[in-house]
């Protein structure tokens, strides 16, 4: 109780009028913890992040950000925390520095920290030698970047940030994650939504969400181990018919098609990787780069999505 979570939901629940968008979610996050929300367009992230955000009600369930009721105490949990929505609203006629200042009135920050406070942001954000430029004119990236900036002018103590990265390009997505990384060495704690799999590699916990459900909530590292066998790549001449024949032999659990590779999970990598070259050579197919490998967060995301669909949850 008390101190060890700072966000914490109970049966969180939030319907609509034809769907349940949060289906009773429970949640524990602990002080300078980086949580990802990793899901699908219509998964329920927004929604839980508005109600923890005492920005919407629930229908059902109680939240606590911050020690304080999300529905009792908004005003509260308003002043502690962060919240860069996907759609956030810069002034596109302001430069980058009247951006953070308009945010500093509208949070009140006190005019001797203003200064001191924008300079280390400008700095923070990699945007010191942009400061003058309209926000309009920024590329995706930095407008993202400025957005986050504007987000922690009243130095929160938990930030929410939904869909920071949609739509931004590799390089800026890295450069992106790499801030908030240094966020969390400071010890704010973080709680990001995203659809990228490959970004949970960079939470502290991943809960994937799905149909208003956390299909599993834990480390990556821990995700990844939930997957069962071990996993065989490769990339065959007629993907379709190899996936196929594949899915038939003996050993085989499950097929995963990336591009033009197959990611096979199997009972033993070593005794089924010979058994699958000969079956598909048999078959007229011919077999490149047969390799046995790690699985990734995307691998077992798509693996547990795909149990929960055959009716294999809990
Ligand atoms: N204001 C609303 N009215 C009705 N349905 C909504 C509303 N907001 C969200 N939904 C529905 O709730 C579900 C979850 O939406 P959302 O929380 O936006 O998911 P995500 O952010 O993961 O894409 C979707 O089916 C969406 O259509
Ligand atoms: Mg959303």
């Not at 990228?196 to 502290?204: G, N, Q, V």
């Given at each position: 109780m008390g101190d060890t979570f700072v966000i914490e939901a109970h049966g969180l629940t939030k319907r609509f009028k034809h769907v349940t968008a949060v289906d009773g979610l429970d949640l524990s996050i602990r002080r300078g913890e980086i949580f990802g929300l990793l899901g699908p367009d219509g998964a329920g992230k927004t929604t839980t992040i508005r109600m923890l955000c005492a920005i919407m009600d629930p229908s059902a369930g109680t939240a606590r950000v911050a020690g304080f009721d999300t529905v009792k105490e908004s005003e509260a949990i308003k002043q502690r925390i962060g919240y860069m929505p996907q759609q956030f609203s810069l002034y596109g006629d302001l430069t980058v520095l009247e951006n953070l200042t308009f945010f500093a009135d509208v949070f009140q920050v006190q005019r001797q920290e203003r200064e001191k406070r924008i300079a280390r942001l400008l700095e923070f954000a990699r945007l010191t030698e942009f400061k003058k430029r309209r926000a309009a004119h920024l590329s995706g990236g930095m407008q993202k970047k400025l957005a986050l900036a504007c987000t922690l002018i009243h130095s929160p103590e938990v930030i929410f940030l939904d869909e920071p990265t949609t739509g931004v390009d590799p390089v800026s997505r890295r450069e992106f994650w790499d801030i908030l990384t240094e966020l969390h060495l400071q010890g704010v704690t973080l709680f990001v939504s995203t659809p990228?799999?490959?970004?949970?590699?960079?939470?502290?916990r991943v809960a994937l969400m799905f149909e208003g459900s956390i299909i599993v909530n834990d480390a990556p590292e821990r995700i990844k181990g939930l997957v069962e066998g071990e996993l065989l790549e490769l990339r065959p001449d007629d993907l379709r018919r190899a996936s196929r024949l594949i899915a038939d032999l003996p050993g085989v659990l499950e097929v995963q098609t990336y591009g033009d590779l197959l990611h096979v999970f199997v009972d033993e990598a070593a005794r089924r990787a010979g058994e699958i070259e000969r079956g598909l050579r048999e078959a007229g197919i011919a077999v490149h780069g047969l390799r046995q490998t790690r699985p990734r967060m995307e691998e077992a995301f798509i693996s547990l999505i795909r149990k929960r669909l055959a009716g294999g949850g809990e």
């Open positions: 990228y799999m490959d970004e949970a590699e960079r939470c502290s």
